[in-house]
């Protein structure tokens, strides 16, 4: 909807600053050339994604500029369509998918040096196969991929990223209804990533992570199946 797209654009550039109210819904149809009905439409898009707020008988007032926590709240209204559809999981996947490939070929390339996070996750999860703790091994995974996003220094992204993956945990929870792989091959598919940024191999660290993640998408999918009745 061009009205949301507009005026989402003048807050996040700070154009219109918080505190400050947006014209009338009339004002607004007449500046769009649309009814007062899919004005109040866009502005309560733009309140589920916290950038308005609004009360009977006033005018929108902007409470949100804060890029991070427009991303928040972006992310969330994502999470809503997890609860109708478990299929958006793999959509999510997809995304983290893209997200990670780009980051591991950057880290081994040199942009960045890993966080020291990276190789605490990573110590937590030898521990986690040495004890067969399957619920500690999946927390420092899922510590491990966030830290790698993380090690590039970008806000914006790691945001992103880190609220995905909050929402992508429930992958584990469905995944783990079917058989899958043992902490052990877990373990070694992790230690690989790293050993590819390690020695610079900018390709190799992308396809492992691409299959990585793929290999997980496919477990995912076949928990889904399994949970609609469908072998």
């Known amino acids: 909807m061009h009205i949301v797209a507009d005026i989402e654009a003048r807050i996040l550039s700070g154009e219109l600053q918080v505190g400050e109210r947006l014209p009338s819904e009339a004002e607004i149809g007449r500046m ?9 439409e866009a502005l309560q898009v733009l309140e589920t994604k916290g950038l ?6 006033e005018r929108a007032e902007v409470v949100r500029d804060d890029v ?3 991303m928040d709240s ?9 609860a109708k559809d478990a299929d958006y999981l793999v959509q999510a996947m997809d995304v983290r998918r893209m997200i990670e490939v780009d980051v591991i070929g950057r880290l081994a390339a040199g942009e960045s040096a890993l966080a020291s996070s990276v190789m605490a996750a990573l110590d937590v999860m030898r521990q986690s196969v040495t ?5 500690r091994f999946t927390e420092a995974d899922a510590a491990f991929h966030r830290a790698l996003v993380q090690s590039l ?3 914006i992204l790691s945001s992103l990223h880190g609220n995905l993956h909050t929402l992508i945990a429930g992958v584990i929870k469905v995944s783990s ?10 373990l070694s598919e992790h230690e690989q990533i790293l050993s590819l940024v390690a020695s610079g191999d900018i390709e190799g660290a992308r396809v492992a992570m691409r299959e990585h993640i793929i290999n997980s998408t496919a477990y995912l999918e076949q928990a889904i199946r399994k949970s609609k009745g469908v072998e």
């Open 131 to 135: 004890n067969n703790d399957f619920a």
């Open 52 to 57: 308005v707020r609004r009360k009977h008988g």
């Open 153 to 155: 220094g970008n806000e």
């Open 68 to 70: 991070r926590e427009f």
């Open 32 to 40: 769009f050339g649309v009814s007062t009905r899919s004005v109040r």
């Open 177 to 186: 209804r079917v058989p899958r792989k043992t902490l052990k091959e877990g």
């Open 74 to 82: 972006l992310v969330a209204s994502v999470g809503a369509l997890f």
